[in-house]
């Protein structure tokens, strides 16, 4: 517990746990912030229902992948990593969130960074033959 390395792989492993998953659950209530209202038009005209539907299941993922962090951070942390890819992508393609999209490109370094502190810290799951 004295190594900063490894302080900061349980800040980062702490951070991506709960923040995924709070974020996901606000999703299905809309607390925090009206969470549709971020959805680029074109991926709301691509996926079927309203965005308020299709944010019940983007709450599920990332409710999955805190979840996955908490689990296993040396996978988790990937899959938090390219879901904050995607919604940078969503950011950058609807004009007027470009600084939401330049915090969250800083929290997929930070997931980027879990993932490499895993590799040290987190060993890597091993099937039985």
Not at 76 to 103: E, F, H, K, P, T
């Amino acid at each position: 517990m004295r190594d900063p390395r490894y302080q900061a792989y349980l800040l980062l492993r702490v951070g991506y746990t709960v923040a995924p998953i709070v974020f996901g659950l606000d999703k299905f209530t809309n607390v925090l912030v009206h969470w549709p209202k971020y959805l680029a038009p074109w991926i709301n005209n691509l996926v079927p229902g309203s965005g308020q539907s299709f944010m019940y299941f983007v709450g599920a993922v990332e409710i999955v992948a805190g979840v996955a962090v908490l689990l296993k951070p040396r996978y988790g942390a990937y899959l938090v990593a390219l879901w904050l890819a995607g919604i940078i992508v969503n950011l950058l393609s609807y004009s007027g969130y470009y600084d939401i999209a330049l915090r969250d490109f800083g929290l997929m370094l930070g997931a980027l960074t879990l993932g490499r502190l895993a590799s040290v810290y987190d060993p890597p799951l091993r099937f039985r033959r």
